[in-house]
T-cell receptor, first 114, second 110 residues
């Protein structure tokens, strides 16, 4: 069983630019969630996808968007980057079979906006 | 609104017992999860409580009191490798959408 992998591991962008972060979920996991983790804080829920459809969204503006693909991969896109977007972005997959299925996190992408 | 409160940091020696408390205020509640995160690593699932009571998994146990909106994670026989951040997280609705607390950093000393 492969784990959750994210790319790139680190990224530096300039304010106003756009960024795409990628995630490959565990095989068989139909649900993928994205979280933002600022330094020293807990992860904050951005949104979730289930079978390629958005299935819930946290308190993040529309410039945060996502996609999920049939091959268990997904993307997080952020437009018009702001300095406060600097954080660790975590992808987490789960089977979705039970509402409390444990989340399997990737190691994250560390985004720095300058 | 919703909030989760947990201590920011706990220090203990090897072999000791540590209890990390978590109180929550939330509209809608399915259960309370705990995750461990080592520096530079991914959060990893430790436990989930949906019903009142104690769940034991090896050296780690988790407790929930729904009436008190309170839970705790108990770490026993502390080892150096237990030095990490521990997060409580509320499951508010079906679909694994978790709301995390700010985390408790546990430092284990020899």
């Amino acid at each position: 069983e492969t784990g959750v992998t994210q790319s790139p591991t680190h990224l530096i962008k300039t304010r106003g630019q756009q960024v795409t972060l990628r995630c490959s979920s565990q095989s068989g996991h139909n649900t993928v969630s994205w979280y933002q983790q600022a330094l020293g804080q807990g992860p904050q829920f951005i949104f979730q996808y289930y079978r390629e459809e958005e299935n819930g969204r946290g308190n993040f503006p529309p410039r945060f968007s996502g996609l999920q693909f049939p091959n268990y991969s997904s993307e997080l896109n952020v437009n018009a980057l702001e300095l406060d977007d600097s954080a660790l972005y975590l992808c987490a997959s789960s089977t979705g079979d039970d509402y409390n299925s444990p989340l399997h996190f990737g190691n994250g992408t560390r985004l720095t906006v300058t | 609104g919703q909030s989760l409160e947990q201590p920011s940091e706990v220090t203990a020696v090897e072999g000791a017992i540590v209890q990390i408390n978590c109180t929550y205020q939330t509209s809608g509640f399915y259960g309370l999860s705990w995750y461990q995160q080592h520096d530079g690593g991914a959060p990893t699932f430790l436990s989930y409580n949906a019903l009142d009571g104690l769940e034991e998994t090896g050296r780690f146990s988790s407790f929930l009191s729904r009436s008190d909106s309170y839970g705790y994670l108990l770490l026993q026989e502390l080892q150096m490798k237990d030095s990490a951040s521990y997060f409580c997280a509320v499951l508010k609705a079906a679909g694994n959408k978790l709301t995390f607390g700010g985390g408790t950093r546990v430092l284990v000393k020899p």
